[in-house]
């Protein structure tokens, strides 16, 4: 494996715009929609707050990277992509008059943050959109890791969940039924590490046991619900690259045999 390089990271969710909002403690109850400068407002009618989160977390970590938002691979991974959308369509089936709006239907796809990025920046570079429930966040570093090893250049993996709406709205966590508050996360990983990068990844290995979640100093910015998405599992990694601690990060935790990035310095 090449040595790879961590230029880039984001995070937003409600009540926090952007990482350094989030490490500082600013929250901010009028943050409650993401911005998603990365596509026009045009093409975001009828878009899930799901579909807005993946964008602005992936044109956050981006910009931070200084890289170039038309040609950077993007890797969209979340544990149930456009639930929203598509509960309102089964409402509409079910309870209302059947008539599907053709506008919430094409965003109900799962891919629907990664077409709407690609169409907005104009993108024709390597784009997917991946699932894998509680363990989405590694689901995509692999892949980015993979894609840019093989390729070269740079991928963005955006990780987002947002709220799960009624009837569906708990999900079950150590026997209990729980509510998931929404998050989402940006990564840029680079072949090339340009003038500030954040870490270096010397190689990739997985874990032969399942590892605890770790103490975080991001905890007290945490609620229950935030602990239950996926997204949550990313932050032990950006706490050990943003205070420079080199080491094994696991990409997954209370998961068997996750996999974990050896982190050394630039």
Known sequence: ??????TGLSLWAPGWASLDAFVSGAHDASV??????????????GSSRLTRMFGEAAAQAVTAAGRDPKTVATIYTSSYGEIETMVLLLDVIFRGDGQLSPMRFKNS??????????IGQGNTSFSTALAAGARSFEAGMLEAIALVNERGGDAVVSCAD?????????????????????????????????????????KVTQLEQAMPLP???????????????????????????????EGTVALAFDAAAPYALELTRV
Do not use: K, Q
């Open 1 to 6: 494996m090449r040595p790879l390089y961590v």
């Open 32 to 45: 409650e929609d993401a911005p998603c400068t990365w596509v026009p407002s045009r093409l975001l009618r």
């Open 109 to 118: 796809v799962h891919n629907a943050g990664s077409g709407l990025g690609s």
């Open 162 to 202: 947002d709220a799960i709406p009624a009837p569906l709205s708990h999900v079950e966590n150590g026997g209990r039924l729980e509510r998931r508050d929404g998050l989402s996360v940006g990564l840029v990983i680079s072949a090339d590490p340009g003038s500030t990068p954040l870490a270096r990844i010397a």
């Open 215 to 245: 103490e975080r100093a991001f905890d007290r910015l945490l609620s229950p619900g935030h602990h239950l998405n996926p997204a949550a599992h990313a932050l032990p990694l950006f706490e050990a690259i943003r205070s420079g601690r």
